[in-house]
């Protein structure tokens, strides 16, 4: 009989032992990997939403600035030596090493008109980057073509605009094709129109005032993208919108050590209720030790019984904890996450290291009872029989 049939003959007779430490190592592993997993499809869904939060960098013509104010009051400033940023200029950012990180890049043009005698901004975008960087809009009315003007709700109100008016813009008639609902933000007080229709309103052919970039910023630091997009654009300023970077990625931070803390915490009682559990077992068996001995087994033929029996749990305890996680994972977030349907692949890394990771848990945990059965004299596991 090899010493391979033994520790399975050993595991079917002491079948109460053996479930005892495969569901420890289960629990221990599943709950690893639940977390992890949860942990993963939570950050993801987060992660999704906060890119499609809108711009966190934010370009403009790069001048010398002095600000004149203190103590809170504003005198203005005076620039100097101000750069022009054209529209052409921006096709150096398609070429910089992440570009593929840009979800969106949105070059704006910004003046002040008159209608109705008063002074209000007009502000020049392109709609189709607007639908990502600014998701939250809801338009009542359609959005303008060439020739047609979004009212934001606060201008809108104040102007006395409507759905169908007709504006007069320094000699461009525009139309009204929407108001736009109320967003809490400077958008409410501005009109919109599209770029190359605000850039001749304007008489800003070619030029731009600012670009908005939403960057995803998962697999790359901000700082990177706004690194490189300044050596793209020399003549610009290029800023991260700090709050909404630092947020995310405290947010996710934090979620993160969580995790790790709590999968540590696991592990450990998986591992004290293996050594717990094999240790008893080696004093159960301290007569068949004996035997075993007895008859021309060595030390380490003892020890290799013992760590194969906590092997072959280990293996069974590590694909049952990993496909247990799976569904423990799709529960927590039915209950837990504000998106129930959020995706969860079968992950072949995680489940190579929740199997990996039992093995590793249970071996360790069984080199000490391992130990003290080889260790055991057999002259006195003889005598109790």
């Not at 009542?140 to 759905?163: D, N, S």
């Not at 998986?270 to 077992?281: K, N, Q, R």
């Not at 130990?371 to 004299?377: G, K, S």
Request: proline fraction near 4%; hydrophobic fraction near 50%.
């Amino acid at each position: 009989m090899t010493l391979k049939q033994i520790a399975i003959q050993n595991l079917l007779r002491r079948k109460g032992k053996a479930l005892l430490i495969l569901v420890g190592l289960v629990l221990g592993i599943g709950t690893v990997v639940t977390v992890i997993s949860f942990s993963d499809a939570v950050t993801g869904d987060i992660n999704h939403k906060l890119e499609k939060y809108g711009a966190n960098i934010l370009v403009v013509p790069r001048t010398e600035n002095l600000s004149l104010s203190y103590g809170g009051i504003q005198m203005g400033g005076i620039s100097f030596d101000m750069q022009e940023l054209r529209e052409t200029d921006l096709e150096a950012v398609k070429h910089i090493k992440n570009y593929r990180n840009i979800a969106a890049m949105g070059p704006m043009a910004l003046g002040a008109v008159r209608v109705n005698d008063r002074p209000v901004m007009l502000a020049g975008v392109d709609f189709e980057e607007a639908r990502i960087l600014k998701p939250w809009w809801k338009v009542e009315g359609g959005q303008p073509g060439a020739g047609g003007i979004l009212a934001g709700a606060e201008a809108a109100r104040v102007l006395g605009l409507a759905v169908g008016n007709s504006l007069d813009l320094g000699g461009h008639p525009l139309v009204v094709t929407g108001i736009l609902m109320p967003t809490g933000s400077q958008d409410d007080q501005l009109l919109f129109t599209t770029l190359p229709t605000a850039q001749n309103v304007l008489n800003m052919p070619g030029r731009v005032s600012m670009v908005e970039v939403a960057a995803l910023c998962t697999g790359c630091p901000i700082e990177d993208m706004v690194r490189q997009i300044s050596a793209a654009l020399p003549g610009a300023k290029v800023m991260a919108i700090q709050q909404v970077v630092k947020g995310r990625m405290e947010t996710l931070a934090q979620f993160k050590k969580l995790s790790f803390g709590v999968s540590v915490i696991i592990v450990l009682i998986g591992s004290l209720v293996v050594l717990v559990t094999m240790t008893g077992s080696v004093r159960e068996r301290k007569e068949e030790i004996g035997v075993f001995r007895a008859i021309g087994f060595r030390k380490a033929h003892v020890m290799r019984i013992i760590l194969m029996e906590a092997t072959l749990i280990a293996l069974a305890a590590g694909i049952v904890g990993y496909l247990g996680s799976m569904g423990a994972t799709r529960l927590a977030l039915m209950l837990f996450a504000d998106n129930p349907h959020v995706a969860l692949p079968w992950n072949v890394p995680l489940a190579a290291g929740a199997l990996g990771m039992s093995l590793v848990v249970g071996v360790l945990a069984s080199v000490y009872p391992a130990l003290t059965a080889a260790r055991m004299d057999p002259n006195d596991a003889l005598r109790a029989l």
